[in-house]
């Protein structure tokens, strides 16, 4: 069986962190806590848990941290979390019977990352990211904010998600002001950071910049295929703010050239369509959005509820009542404790007369 070693970069954490390591602890052979600078008893915290503490000065460089911790690391694989992640207990499960079924040639390890929840704990937002890391492989992360590890060598896929579960809210600006001193004092950005640029300025309502910045990194050919497709529903995004919904629609139909479209891509043209009151050609894409397979940045209700509510609402639009039913029907069987599911059906009982 191969052997763990936790590596996480720790600021201020007294209060997640032992969260994050009851829930993490038992199934790793190490814990390396690099710790940037905390004011609270996040390094006690960490010694009593059975964490190795080490001093790292904070250099805004979210990858410095991360390799240094890696560099510590004595064990066969690598696993990073942050402190405010946790493994569910199916999720432990799962860990277990990935490090005992594990061949000790295997380069790297994707896991599901449940990155946000809704307001009863559900995964919103699933991405895959390299979670396990083989310690001799050489890897280094890269990029002083949105830091990652390219994928190479054997890479294997497993099923253990990690879940994000925040508890307070971080300096809203901090990662845009990293950008910015690494554009400044290097000259240019990789697409990479190019395309979190333009995310972070949409983030913080600036959709005229952040249109700019990702036209400027799709115009760029570079970068992952995810980012580019995710960058298209962005741009998207930032022009209708600006009221510009034929260059929103133009942002969208350019992710369409990129492969099979995701179910994000087809609710985002079905809401387009929708605003402009064409009601067949938005339950065209809520449609397709149920038919089409998920991609990179995977949100669960754009593949069930959301475009079955939204299908709803075209063929009330269409006055088709029975139809509009059965599609609230259909996304009421997605979550079952809608309230807007359960007014619809009382709604329709009324208009149908059953």
């Given at each position: 069986m191969i052997t763990v070693s936790l590596c996480m970069i720790v600021k201020?954490?007294?209060?997640?962190?032992?969260r994050c390591l009851a829930s993490v602890g038992d199934l790793v052979e190490e814990v390396i806590l690099a710790d940037t600078g905390s004011g609270d008893r996040t390094r006690q915290v960490g010694v009593e848990l059975g964490g190795k503490v080490l001093d790292f000065p904070w250099r805004e460089d979210f990858s410095a941290a991360r390799n240094f911790a890696f560099s510590q690391a004595t064990q066969d694989y690598c696993l990073w979390l942050d402190a405010d992640d946790v493994l569910l207990p199916e999720d432990r499960r799962r860990f277990r019977?990935?490090?005992?079924?594990l061949s000790p040639d295997t380069d790297v390890v994707m896991l599901p990352y449940h990155a946000a929840l809704d307001e009863r704990g559900r995964p919103a937002l699933t991405y895959w990211r390299e979670r396990l890391l083989r310690r001799q492989?050489?890897?280094?992360?890269?990029?002083?904010?949105?830091?990652?590890?390219?994928?190479?060598?054997?890479?294997?896929?497993?099923?253990?998600?990690?879940?994000?579960k925040k508890t307070k809210p971080r300096d809203p600006g901090r990662n845009l002001r990293i950008l910015e001193k690494v554009r400044g004092q290097r000259g240019w950005l990789t697409p990479r950071e190019q395309f979190y640029y333009g995310r972070e300025l949409l983030d913080l309502g600036r959709p005229r910049e952040a249109a700019q910045a990702l036209e400027g990194f799709l115009l760029g050919g570079q970068g992952w295929e995810e980012d580019r497709r995710q960058a298209c529903l962005d741009l998207s995004r930032a022009w209708q703010s600006l009221g510009e919904e034929g260059r929103a629609l133009e942002a969208l139909t350019q992710a369409l050239g990129m492969g099979v479209p995701r179910p994000e891509l087809c609710c985002q043209l079905g809401d387009w369509y929708f605003r402009c009151g064409q009601w067949q050609g938005a339950a065209f894409w809520y449609q397709a959005a149920l038919?089409?397979?998920?991609?990179?940045?995977?949100r669960p209700q754009c593949r069930g509820y959301y475009p079955s509510l939204q299908l709803c609402l075209c063929w009330y639009r269409l006055g088709d009542l029975e139809r509009s039913r059965a599609w609230n029907r259909r996304a009421a069987a997605f979550d079952p404790e809608s309230q807007v599911c359960r007014a619809n059906e009382e709604f329709f009982a009324q208009a149908l007369g059953r």
């Open positions: 201020d954490e007294e209060e997640t962190l032992p019977q990935l490090k005992e079924t492989g050489g890897f280094r992360w890269e990029g002083a904010v949105h830091e990652a590890i390219a994928p190479r060598g054997k890479v294997v896929w497993g099923d253990a998600a990690v879940t994000h038919d089409c397979p998920e991609g990179g940045f995977s």
